[in-house]
């Protein structure tokens, strides 16, 4: 994992075609891999199951 594969909340969602809110609720769950530092969710972009943007 690098530092470049760091994303927050917003930048996740967009990856995962999913609202913001969703994503806070999946990293509380456990579903999604992530870390809180402080009160934000950080998540490892290298990890994250990324929906193709074609199969819509």
Same mark, same amino acid.
């Given at each position: 994992?690098?530092?470049?594969?760091?994303?927050?909340?917003?930048?996740?969602? +967009?990856?995962?075609? *999913?609202?913001?809110?969703?994503? %806070?609720?999946?990293?509380?769950?456990? /579903?999604?891999?992530?870390?809180?530092?402080? +009160?934000?969710?950080? *998540?490892?972009?290298?990890?994250? %199951?990324?929906?193709?943007?074609?199969? /819509?």
């Amino acid at each position: 994992m690098s530092l470049d594969d760091i994303i927050g909340v917003n930048d996740a969602a +967009k990856l995962l075609q *999913l609202s913001p809110g969703t994503v %806070k609720n999946l990293c509380a769950e456990g /579903r999604l891999p992530a870390k809180k530092i402080g +009160k934000t969710w950080v *998540l490892d972009k290298s990890k994250l %199951k990324i929906k193709d943007q074609k199969n /819509r």
